[in-house]
């Protein structure tokens, strides 16, 4: 299994808005997509603003694939056309694996 984790800092009052794009759909397919198990949007209850996306997928692989399609599609450009100005700095993303601790 493999952990991705986008963590998007907001400009002041601009969380709302992060989120209703990603319930708009430039998220949408993600469950759609093959190695996909799980998707859900964090909100920091004391920083309303800072958001996090936790998605569990089957394999890096199949997060690749899942971006490249994006990609080609145009859909990438997209994201980061729409968000960027949102964002108080650029989104990070993690990938993280599960330990035996």
């Known amino acids: 299994m493999q952990v991705r984790i986008l963590i998007f800092e907001c400009s002041s009052g601009q969380g709302a808005d992060l989120l209703g794009e990603l319930e708009a ?23 309303p603003d800072s958001i996090v996306l936790f998605e569990e997928w089957d ?3 199949h997060i690749e694939r899942w971006i490249a399609a994006r990609k080609v599609a145009g ?3 997209a994201f980061v056309n729409t968000v960027t100005p949102m964002l108080a700095s650029p ?10 601790a």
């Open 25 to 47: 759909g430039l998220f949408g397919d993600r469950l759609a997509r093959e190695g996909c198990q799980t998707s859900i949007a964090y909100v920091d209850v004391a920083e």
């Open 59 to 61: 394999s890096r692989a």
């Open 75 to 77: 859909l990438h450009d």
């Open 91 to 100: 989104y990070q993303v993690r990938y993280l694996e599960p330990t035996s």
